[in-house]
């Protein structure tokens, strides 16, 4: 089976998975500091940086060299100076102690070759008050995404960020595909 990939501007992508809905759903606000773990192309970087205004930050990680100057590219040319893209691999990703109001993960922790060290990480960059937030991809067949051996049932997601020190507060639906889960300290 030929699997579809899609570009972070894909305006179909955005019938089934909005950012700036998903964005607004976990309550990112005005200032905040968004640290965005795998973050492709910018699909919800860009348009966090657009909802965090100039007193927030976004953080965009990944390891694709060429994702991370679109970002930069696209962040320049709308005057979202508040964006950092940095390439950097997951399991090495500690850009602060104590300073991110969400780490996002989104449709990747599948991808990750330590999830686990991934969730810690995350653990050490949130605030007291912050969140983990997985999107990720429901373990049901579709001809785009992850193999289906990939993806990572809520159960066992769940499991893997209450491993990394963080308790769920939330598990709900996040559209056809996919589910999201809220974890704090």
């Known amino acids: 089976m030929t699997r579809r990939r899609f570009p972070a501007?894909?305006?179909?992508?955005?019938l089934w998975q909005d950012p700036d809905r998903i964005?607004?759903?976990i309550g990112l606000r005005e200032g905040d500091v968004f640290v965005d773990i795998g973050c492709g192309e910018g699909f919800f970087a860009l348009p966090a940086a657009r909802c965090i205004g100039k007193t927030g930050r976004v953080v965009a990680l990944d390891i694709n060299s060429d994702a991370i100057a679109r970002i930069r590219e696209q962040a320049e040319s709308e005057g979202l100076s508040q964006v950092s893209a940095e390439i950097k691999e997951a399991e090495a990703a500690v850009i602060c102690e104590g300073c991110a109001d969400i780490v996002f993960l989104g449709n990747d922790l599948h991808d990750f070759s330590d999830p686990?060290?991934?969730i810690r990480n995350a653990h050490v960059m949130l605030k007291p008050s912050g969140r983990l937030v997985n999107l990720d991809w429901k373990p049901i067949s579709m001809n785009f995404g992850p193999p289906l051996e990939k993806r990572f049932s809520v159960a066992r997601?769940?499991?893997?960020?209450?491993s990394g020190g963080l308790k769920i507060l939330s598990a709900q639906d996040a559209g056809p595909y996919h589910y999201l889960i809220q974890a704090g300290k």
């Not at 501007?9 to 955005?14: G, L, N, V």
């Not at 997601?157 to 209450?162: D, F, V």
């Open 9 to 14: 501007d894909d305006p179909e992508r955005r």
């Open 23 to 25: 964005l607004s759903s």
């Open 116 to 118: 686990g060290r991934v």
């Open 157 to 162: 997601a769940k499991n893997l960020i209450e």
